[in-house]
């Protein structure tokens, strides 16, 4: 059985809301009338705690047969695993994911002859913390460029991908990578979330200055995976869904055509099942191994698998 919802979008925007959520939406309608000030703390809080969820019985076996080797960063315990030999492919899941999450593309990897390696961000799966953003989980994914680098490619999931973006706009640590389902920028995820939580527009705007005072006026653009696409220069490919309900399928297509990316469209994988589709990991496997097969930009060519 699926794992609850896995991203950032996914954690408080599904139509069917859960008797929590519905809980949490009340509360916050309450609170955003009262006080908005409390309101915006607690929904401070909240934006910056992933949740966690039990891995389903399909990622034990990879998890199993992975090398664990464990990393320190700002005095948390990283969990990161690695399979197989040769240049090294980077896993980046998404919000309230973990490594194992892309377990699928492992063995094909492998197979392919390359090393993968993967890691649960801090305050994710087996790592420690209880909230984390996204200059830190770019800070970790430098400190394993450092260790398991030059990267040949790093294939990312969802919010991965900007945290991703985030660490090769200080340092080009990779050849090529592929963003799947990545979400346009951090004011869409705002908007998602204050949306589902039903945060009022005083709550919003008082969420917003907490945030600017912590990462600055610029976050919104400094962090925006449609501008940091357009300042890192390297072969690229964008996978998203049509059916995508976290993430809306067009904010994959504007981040490949920034990008100048070769963008793949999908159909009924969704936001999770897409990680696992046979297609969609041979299309990527092929993209790590001989990128100028897909040199073609999204511009002028546009790869569409239905379901």
Not at 177 to 198: G, K, N, R, W, Y
Not at 295 to 300: D, I, R, Y
């Amino acid at each position: 059985m699926e794992s609850p919802s896995t991203d950032k979008t996914a954690s408080w925007a599904q139509p069917r809301r859960s008797l929590p959520q519905v809980a949490l939406r009340t509360l916050f309608k309450l609170l955003g009338a009262v006080s908005p000030p409390l309101a915006a703390r607690l929904a401070h809080y909240l934006w910056f705690h992933p949740q966690r969820y039990a891995p389903p019985a399909r990622e034990h076996g990879v998890l199993r047969e992975a090398s664990c080797h464990p990393i320190m960063h700002a005095g948390k315990q990283i969990s990161v695993y690695s399979w197989g030999t040769g240049p090294t492919v980077l896993l980046v899941h998404g919000w309230s994911g973990r490594g194992t999450q892309m377990g699928e593309f492992v063995a094909p990897l492998v197979a392919a002859g390359y090393r993968v390696v993967a890691f649960d961000a801090p305050a994710h799966g087996r790592s420690a913390g209880h909230d984390t953003n996204l200059p830190e989980i770019s800070d970790v994914i430098l400190t394993l460029a450092r260790q398991y680098g030059p990267m040949h490619a790093v294939v990312t999931h969802s919010f991965g991908g900007p945290c991703a973006l985030y660490a090769l706009r200080q340092q080009q640590f990779a050849k090529r990578m592929i963003a799947i389902s990545p979400p346009v920028t951090v004011q869409m995820l705002m908007d998602s979330f204050s949306s589902a939580l039903a945060l009022t527009p005083a709550t919003v705007t008082l969420l917003c200055n907490r945030m600017e005072r912590r990462f600055g006026a610029d976050m919104w653009e400094r962090f925006s995976t449609l501008s940091m696409a357009t300042q890192v220069t390297l072969p690229a490919m964008v996978i998203h869904d049509r059916d995508d309900r976290d993430v809306p399928w067009r904010d994959g297509e504007a981040v490949a055509r920034a990008w100048r990316a070769d963008f793949m469209r999908t159909q009924g994988l969704g936001h999770r099942r897409i990680l696992r589709d046979v297609e969609v990991i041979e299309r990527v496997v092929r993209f790590v191994d001989t990128a100028n097969d897909f040199a073609e930009p999204v511009n002028n060519a546009e790869s569409v698998l239905a379901r």
